[in-house]
C-alpha cells in the first residue's frame, strides 16, 4: 500500500489482531501490541484460522497466506511505533484505558503519524484531546465491525479538529485494504449502531409480548429481510452484557427510543451473557 508501509496496531483482541491481518494482506508490515507479549504473541496465533477461513471462503490467494503473517510483529514495546505511518488503536472501551495508550503514542508516534481509534462509543473528540494539538488534524475514528476479517464496512469519523485531507486519505486506506468506507459524523453510536440498537430492542419487545419466539424473529430477520444471522444470534455473539451497555449509552444521549428492555437486562442479571457464557437467547437448552 503506497505509503503506510508500516502500521501500529495497539491490542491483540477480537479487533486489533484481525485489523493487524487486513494491513498486513495488503502488504504493510505491522507491529502488533498488547499489554504483554504473550497476549500479542497469542492475538497473532488466532490469526492462522482465521486466515484459513478466509482461504477457504476465497477471500485471499493461497500464496498471501504465510507472507502476511510474516509481516506482523507481537510486541509489548512502544519504540517500534516511531517507524509507523499509521497506529489504530483496538485496546478495551474504556476512555482511562484508551487515554493511557493515546499518552504513550503521543510519545512514541513520528508527528506525521496517522492515529485512528475503533472505539465504538467514545467521541473521537474526547479521545483526540488526549494527544498533543498539532496532532489531531490527523486524528479520526476508524470503526471496523466484527469480525472484520470479514465485514467489508469502516465508519470513518472525524473529530471536531481533524483534516478534511485526513479523512479522504483514510477512506482510501480503507479501500486499499479491500474495505467499504463511510464518512459518519462523530455523534453516539455512529450510523450503525443507532439502527441496529433501535432494531434489535423492537426484537426484545416482540419477545416480551409474545408475538414470536427469538428462534423465530431470528427466522423472520433472515428469510424476511435478507440478513445473514438474525438479532438474538447477533446478541449471543456480541455479549448481552456489551449490548446492554451499548443501549444505556444510546438511552442516555437519545432518550426514550434506545431504553434497553426488561428481558435484556434480566439476561444480563442471571448471566446468561451469550455464547461467551455457554447460555443466552439461543443457547439456553445446552446446559
Ligand atoms: N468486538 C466488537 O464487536 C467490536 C466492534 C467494533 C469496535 N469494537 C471496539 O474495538 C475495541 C476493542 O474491542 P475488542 O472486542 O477487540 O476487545 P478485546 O477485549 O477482545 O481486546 C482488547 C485488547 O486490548 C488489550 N489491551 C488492554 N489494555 C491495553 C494496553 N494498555 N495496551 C495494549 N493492549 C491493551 C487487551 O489485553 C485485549 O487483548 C473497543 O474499543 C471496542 O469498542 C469492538
Redesign the pocket.
Known amino acids: 500500500m503506497e505509503s503506510i508501509e508500516s502500521v501500529g496496531v495497539?491490542?491483540?483482541?477480537?479487533?486489533?489482531a484481525e485489523i493487524a491481518l487486513l494491513f498486513a494482506l495488503a502488504g504493510s508490515r505491522v507491529v502488533l501490541?498488547?499489554?504483554s507479549l504473550d497476549?500479542a504473541e497469542k492475538?497473532k496465533a488466532r490469526l492462522e484460522g482465521v486466515l484459513d477461513k478466509l482461504l477457504k471462503r476465497g477471500k485471499v490467494p493461497a500464496e498471501a497466506n504465510a507472507a502476511a503473517l510474516q509481516r506482523i510483529s507481537p510486541s509489548d514495546d512502544w519504540r517500534p511505533f516511531a517507524e509507523a505511518d499509521l497506529v489504530i488503536e483496538?485496546?478495551?472501551?474504556k476512555f482511562s484505558?484508551k487515554q493511557?495508550?493515546f499518552a504513550e503514542l503521543n510519545k512514541a508516534c513520528k508527528p506525521e503519524c496517522l492515529l485512528l481509534t475503533?472505539?465504538?462509543?467514545i467521541p473521537i473528540t474526547q479521545l483526540a484531546s488526549q494527544v498533543d494539538a498539532q496532532r489531531r488534524g490527523l486524528f479520526l475514528g476508524a470503526?471496523?465491525?466484527?469480525p472484520a476479517s470479514i465485514m467489508a464496512l469502516v465508519e470513518v469519523i472525524p473529530g471536531l479538529e481533524t483534516g478534511e485531507g485526513t479523512v479522504e486519505w483514510v477512506l482510501e486506506i480503507c479501500r486499499a485494504i479491500g474495505k467499504t468506507p463511510i464518512k459518519v459524523k462523530d455523534v453516539p453510536g455512529f450510523a450503525v449502531n443507532r439502527i441496529f440498537h433501535v432494531m434489535i430492542i423492537e426484537a426484545c419487545r416482540l419477545v416480551e409480548e409474545g408475538v414470536a419466539s427469538p428462534e423465530d424473529v431470528d427466522i423472520a430477520c433472515r428469510l424476511g429481510l435478507g440478513h445473514p444471522v438474525g438479532p438474538f444470534h447477533l446478541m449471543d455473539l456480541?455479549g448481552n452484557d456489551l449490548t446492554a451497555r451499548v443501549q444505556d449509552i444510546l438511552f442516555r444521549e437519545y432518550g426514550e427510543r434506545f431504553r434497553p428492555r426488561p428481558n435484556l437486562k434480566q439476561k444480563v442479571d442471571a448471566g446468561h451473557l451469550g455464547s461467551k457464557a455457554g447460555r443466552g437467547w439461543l443457547l439456553s437448552d445446552r446446559t
Do not use: P
Not at 475503533?118 to 462509543?121: G, K, L, P, Q, V
Open positions: 495497539v491490542g491483540a483482541g477480537r479487533m486489533g501490541k498488547d499489554a497476549l492475538g483496538a485496546v478495551f472501551e484505558v493511557e495508550v475503533n472505539t465504538s462509543s470503526h471496523f465491525f466484527s456480541l
